[in-house]
């Protein structure tokens, strides 16, 4: 699985998160968000060509996977190797930061 369109219901527990295996990219975001609607083709033109799962997690209050990754701004992508964080992009505004994030998770760096 590589980019992920819709927005994963219900939202992963943190435990399923750091026990997971491989490499994972999380994003989180709203579907009304500005931010999050402008970087999607940036984020869509990386990681569908990924070797890497991806899941959109939709953020706000109360939620607590967000809490737990101490997201503040949308969108956050969280690249994760077997649960471990990697790599961290806000708000991308250009494909070159999440080429490197995912070089980076990839051990490509």
């Not at 026990?19 to 970087?39: I, Q, Y």
């Not at 690249?79 to 994030?101: K, S």
Request: aromatic share 6%; charged share 30%; glycine share 8%.
């Amino acid at each position: 699985m590589s980019y992920n369109e819709s927005f994963a219901a219900p939202e992963p527990e943190r435990r399923e998160i750091d026990a997971g295996s491989g490499n994972l990219v999380l994003e989180f975001g709203t579907p009304w968000c500005g931010h999050c609607r402008a970087a999607q083709p940036l984020i869509r033109e990386i990681l569908e060509h990924a070797d890497t799962d991806h899941i959109r997690v939709e953020d706000g209050r109360g939620r607590r996977l967000g809490r737990s990754f101490r997201i503040k701004l949308w969108p956050t992508l969280i690249f994760l190797r077997d649960g471990e964080e990697m790599a961290r992009v806000v708000r991308p505004t250009d494909t070159a930061v999440i080429r490197e994030a995912l070089a980076r998770l990839e051990g490509n760096d």
